[in-house]
């Protein structure tokens, strides 16, 4: 039985006519990366809002480790929310030592945990610079580490990884990727599908108010996967391919490559497998490339939204 943390139950929220969140449940389970997409106006950030307790649902409950959601909780919760809320005029140290004891640190544990972090990210040497020195990426360091400072059990991270350059989005995944190691629980939400396939153990999917899909990634992905493989091949002189269009499902694919092979993209039947997809094309020439086509994060959004927007 999965150890659950943060568990969503029927959430709904109204704003007159217009519905936020409509009989939403889901539940996260304890050391995952979970991740909460949709397109802009399904009900994200509505649903986080929730979890913070900055509003309240119409119906529904929200449970932290079984108990029902109280006060009490936000100081195991870090929130690294969309729109920063930084002080840009303060010392970058003093804030984030204030930050820490206002979460219930100790001064000293305040001051531990924050060097700590300066170093995890290499950035030592702002402690004692304004926010407003720093570039948006480099204060986008400083928010993560307010996010985090406290240790707390959950942890919500709302597109972490904007504004950051390619180097340091890598850091700060690391960093992800060691909070969950060291037991920390993570909503993650973004529009970013390739951190989605890099981070995430769980997702779930809104749109337009409503809990479209959720669970475990890569049960998700066998739900939709479909039996096609990529397939490059430089052929044998004298080899001929008539048969395999006959043989197989073909079209033509486009992936990366430094060969200048023949590309197809072969679906098999349920009496066809893969081994004699193979055995026939090493008989014929040298395969350069011969993947199964695993649908992305990606693809699994469109496809679901479109399905679903198709219906009204």
């Known amino acids: 039985m999965q150890d659950i943390l943060l568990k969503i139950d029927g959430l709904t929220k109204n704003y007159g006519k217009q519905v936020a969140l409509s009989q939403v449940s889901l539940e996260v389970p304890r050391g995952s990366i979970f991740g909460l997409l949709g397109p802009n106006g399904a009900g994200k950030t509505t649903l986080i809002r929730m979890i913070n307790q900055i509003i309240f649902p119409d119906k529904g409950e929200i449970f932290i480790e079984g108990e029902p959601l109280t006060p009490a909780h936000i100081s195991q919760i870090g929130y690294m929310p969309e729109e920063r809320g930084l002080y840009r005029n303060m010392n970058v140290g003093e804030q984030l030592l204030y930050l820490g004891q206002l979460k219930g640190l100790s001064k000293s544990q305040a001051n531990k945990q924050l060097d700590f972090w300066l170093n995890r990210l290499e950035i030592p040497h702002w402690k004692h610079k304004k926010l407003q020195e720093l570039s948006k990426g480099m204060a986008q360091k400083v928010q993560f580490i307010a996010t985090v400072i406290h240790q707390p059990k959950l942890l919500i991270f709302d597109e972490v990884f904007s504004g950051l350059d390619p180097i340091n ?109 193979l055995y026939y094309l090493s008989q014929r020439g040298k395969i350069t490339h011969f993947k199964q086509q695993i649908p992305s994060v990606s693809d699994i959004f469109i496809q679901t939204i479109q399905k679903e927007n198709n219906k009204s």
């Open 169 to 277: 989005a890598e850091i700060i995944k690391e960093q992800v990727l060691y909070l969950r190691q060291e037991g920390s629980t993570i909503l993650f939400s973004t529009h970013r599908m390739e951190s989605v396939e890099s981070l995430c153990d769980y997702i779930a999917l809104l749109n337009r108010s409503k809990l479209l899909l959720s669970g475990e990634l890569r049960n998700i992905k066998r739900q939709f996967q479909e039996d096609k493989y990529e397939v490059g091949i430089i052929p044998n002189q004298g080899s001929s391919f008539e048969e395999l269009s006959h043989l197989y499902k073909i079209s033509d694919a486009q992936f990366p490559s430094i060969h200048n092979e023949k590309k197809w993209l072969v679906e098999l039947s349920t009496q066809q497998n893969s081994n004699d997809l």
